[in-house]
């Protein structure tokens, strides 16, 4: 039921008037007050007077960063819709200290509260904040292809009533959890509150998720006398649902009430594809869209798909489809004198981004001197590859398990996690006869296709996993 509802909820959203600054990082909830905005409206409920009050205006969030440091100001200037009367104003900074640990991977980081002013008025009755203390601390696993994190918050809110000068105190906990790639980004964030004020004590749970995400959409050109007959624009969207589940002062009577809201979408058109062996073959779309993203760059009208595709171009179309991060970081080096490997060439356009994979552990040599840049794209590689890119390898069981296929035994011992994991994920399947087939070479339809199911991955299933399974069935 929940379920239905915040989806239905999603279709009912309309956009507001009012101006809301919001920087362009990656996704996340503003605050800690369960709130959701888009570019123009931002919106809350409030809790400190016993029942739900809505509030919506304006906010601004501006943040400052540098490699050890983080600071994040909100501004808010909000009324109840229903009583104008009502207003809120709020303005909090926060300073988060980062460290990297740049040899395990990792960043952790360590949020407080730096300054703050509040003053909520609901009725007659107007609520200062007198306190506030928050503490968060955040573990990042920063992989080649994204970055998983989670953290914990605990806090406190203390506010006094002008008209007795009574307390309302308001303890907080709870969890975060994210991820951040090119193709999505997501945060769902679960916090429990107590409300103690003298008309008795409370309880108000907020479960609210920001996802951002990326995907292709094919536009057809209609006009029959043209040089193409359609390409695919890179869409954008960005959008955020939540959930206050509460009881008021003196009643264990569970109520919901529900808030969302959605960004305009961002598009761009990209370079139309005009290969001209692909009409009716299965994998036409997959090269199609690799082709649109940059991910091959073929100056051919010929694409080829049934020849093998070798561990050179593969790699390289990883590093670009994944992590577009990569592009900015070849501008930036200087060619290296020396290849890593004998048989690469460092003047080779693309060499920075088999250095790169090398780098951050996704690809590995034939041996101490050799590369094999030609050399056939078999299916454990492939599969190994984009599981190491996604970080994913160590989540296979104990040494000592199966994975399922007939030809289990004929799977490399450092490719079986990665095939055990890939198939959990539906990133491949067996053939017809429940064999993986390691050894066999993949052909360039082949290997588009398996590129596609990993950006797909990227961009539906972990927003799946961090938004829907995160606030349906962990709520």
Do not use: C
């Amino acid at each position: 039921m929940k379920k239905s509802i915040l989806l239905f909820i999603l279709l009912l959203i309309t956009i507001a008037a009012s101006l809301v600054t919001i920087p362009a990082v990656q996704a996340a909830p503003p605050d800690y007050s369960g709130g959701v905005h888009n570019e123009y409206m931002y919106e809350e409920y409030v809790f400190v007077s016993g029942i739900p009050v809505k509030f919506s205006g304006k906010v601004s969030i501006s943040d400052r960063e540098t490699a050890t440091q983080r600071t994040e100001t909100y501004r808010y200037t909000l009324t109840n819709p229903l009583q104008s009367k009502d207003k809120l104003t709020r303005n909090v900074s926060y300073v988060t200290d980062i460290s990297v640990k740049t040899d395990k991977g990792q960043t952790t980081s360590q949020t407080s509260v730096k300054s703050y002013n509040e003053k909520i008025t609901i009725g007659n009755e107007t609520f200062s904040l007198d306190d506030y203390q928050l503490s968060q601390g955040t573990i990042a696993d920063n992989r080649p292809a994204s970055d998983y994190y989670s953290g914990n918050i605990a806090g406190r809110k203390i506010y006094t009533l002008k008209s007795s000068g009574d307390l309302v105190t308001v303890h907080f906990s709870g969890r975060n959890v994210g991820y951040e790639n090119f193709w999505g980004a997501t945060e769902t964030q679960l916090i429990d509150y107590e409300i103690q004020s003298a008309a008795g004590t409370s309880f108000v749970k907020s479960a609210v998720s920001d996802s951002k995400t990326r995907f292709l959409q094919y536009e057809p050109h209609d006009a029959d006398l043209s040089s193409f007959t359609g390409g695919y624009a890179r869409i954008s969207e960005q959008s955020m649902i939540g959930e206050y589940t509460y009881t008021q002062p003196g009643s264990s009577i569970e109520k919901s009430v529900y808030i969302g809201q959605e960004m305009v979408p961002l598009i761009e058109r990209l370079i139309v594809p005009k290969f001209r062996d692909l009409n009716g073959h299965w994998s036409k779309e997959n090269i199609e869209q690799l082709y649109a993203l940059g991910v091959f760059d073929d100056s051919s009208s010929f694409f080829s798909p049934g020849t093998q595709m070798n561990r050179y171009p593969f790699i390289v179309g990883v590093m670009k489809a994944a992590d577009i991060r990569v592009l900015e970081e070849t501008k930036k080096k200087k060619t290296p004198a020396k290849a890593i490997f004998s048989d690469l060439d460092p003047r080779d356009k693309d060499y920075a981004y088999i250095e790169s994979a090398m780098a951050k552990g996704i690809s590995k040599g034939y041996s101490e001197t050799e590369f094999k840049p030609n050399g056939a794209l078999t299916r454990a590689e492939a599969v190994a590859i984009l599981v190491r890119a996604l970080g994913l390898e160590q989540r296979a069981p104990d040494p000592g398990y199966k994975t399922g296929y007939v030809d289990d035994s004929s799977i490399p011992k450092w490719a079986k996690d990665s095939v055990y994991v890939a198939s959990e994920l539906g990133l491949v399947y067996g053939d017809l006869n429940n064999r993986f087939n390691p050894t066999k070479t993949m052909s360039r339809a082949e290997a588009s296709a398996l590129t596609i199911r990993f950006l797909h991955f990227l961009e539906k299933d972990l927003k799946q996993n961090y938004r829907d399974d995160m606030l349906f069935f962990n709520n």
